[in-house]
Nanobody, 127 residues
Framework: QVQLVESGGGLVQAGGSLRLSCAAS????????MGWFRQAPGKEREFVAA????????YYADSVKGRFTISRDNAKNTVYLQMSSLKPEDTAVYYC????????????????????WGQGTQVTVSS
């Protein structure tokens, strides 16, 4: 049974930092691309960042580029999202997701691409 468990969310003031973690189990972690998405109240789920299964190439939404960093520790089956210079508009539930590698073009920003999802962790940024 595949499980993705996010942690590290919370309440932070604007300009502050948080690091989210997502621990994966029940899958061969190194066979999966990993992504972070977020969903604010009344809005659709949106792409935040993604990292390839191998090689470590990373991708970011324009809204977070330069402020957020995605990384993975394959030895710990964990993906991280380091968030800095947080803004009130970053407030959302953050979800991690896993997409099994396929030898086709990877649509890393599309939620439909991903096979498994965590339950989410709330991030609230106060102004």
């Amino acid at each position: 049974q595949v499980q993705l468990v996010e942690s590290g969310g919370g309440l932070v003031q604007a300009g502050g930092s948080l690091r989210l973690s997502c621990a994966a189990s029940g899958l061969t972690f190194t066979n999966y691309h990993m992504g972070w998405f977020r969903q604010a109240p009344g809005k659709e789920r949106e792409f935040v960042a993604a990292i390839r299964w191998i090689g470590g190439s990373t991708y970011y939404a324009d809204s977070v580029k330069g402020r957020f960093t995605i990384s993975r520790d394959n030895a710990k089956n964990t993906v991280y999202l380091q968030m800095s210079s947080l803004k009130p508009e970053d407030t959302a539930v953050y979800y991690c997701a896993a997409d099994r590698y396929q030898p086709t073009r990877w649509s890393f920003s599309s939620p439909e691409e991903y096979d498994y999802w965590g339950q989410g962790t709330q991030v609230t940024v106060s102004s």
